[in-house]
């Protein structure tokens, strides 16, 4: 897969999301979608970079904008560090 530069189109993907769901880029088409990646859920740096979008959320809301973030955890872990 070729790198994504800021401003490319992201390629479809299909990932396990939280609570058993499934993400799937293409189901969001048309609508402004905001994709970060991040290396592991509660570290120091990730819960920052998560913090910052639950803080500025009603901004991102008003856009209608999903906000989707991607890491190489599992889903339950995510699960537990969302929860927190």
Do not use: Q, W
């Not at 979608?33 to 979008?53: I, R």
């Not at 009603?58 to 190489?72: R, Y």
């Amino acid at each position: 897969m070729a790198d994504l530069d800021v401003g490319d189109k992201a390629p479809d993907f299909n990932l396990p999301g939280d609570g058993g769901a499934t993400v799937s880029l293409s189901k969001l088409k048309g609508k402004p979608v905001v994709v970060y990646f991040y290396p592991k859920d509660d570290t120091p740096g990730c819960t920052k970079e998560a913090c910052a979008f639950r803080d500025d959320f009603s901004a991102f809301k008003k856009l209608k904008a999903e906000i989707i973030g991607i890491s190489k955890d599992s889903p339950e872990r995510h699960d537990k560090f969302k929860g927190k």
